[in-house]
């Protein structure tokens, strides 16, 4: 069981997934799984987009980074996305992290407490 407000649930999902949506080309994939691992629950947003280049990786959750910063400007993004991810991830006890390659994609993933399961 998440105890958690349902729009906090709700805006790290979309921001996840819009994410993934602005970063992976027409006609490419995004896959959401949410799953139990041991007492914890895992979000987990995937996508075969453009990919993250390994030092823009420890920095994408930061407030206003911006990897591709004309593909932002063009969607509208502020930057403050996955900050927010990692902001909510951070008030439910949790953690979020990237996985990335280059031209292959990136997964996101979303760990939190999940208590037992009834």
């Known amino acids: 069981i998440l105890k958690a407000e349902p729009s906090m649930v709700r805006r790290l999902a979309l921001n996840l997934i819009d994410n993934a949506v602005k970063y992976t080309d027409r006609g490419g994939k995004v896959q959401v799984m949410a799953l ?3 007492g ?4 987990e947003v995937k996508d075969n987009g453009i990919g993250i280049l390994p030092e823009h990786q420890k920095r994408v959750f930061e407030r ?3 990897v591709d910063k004309s593909r932002s400007r063009e969607g509208g993004g502020t930057g403050l ?3 927010i991810v990692k902001h909510i ?3 439910l006890g949790g953690v979020a992290t990237v996985a990335s390659e280059p031209g292959k994609g990136s997964t996101f993933k979303v760990t939190v ?3 037992r399961q009834t």
């Open 36 to 38: 139990r691992v041991g």
């Open 40 to 43: 914890s629950i895992v979000l």
């Open 64 to 66: 206003f980074y911006r």
């Open 81 to 83: 996305g996955l900050s």
């Open 89 to 91: 991830a951070k008030s």
């Open 113 to 115: 407490p999940g208590g």
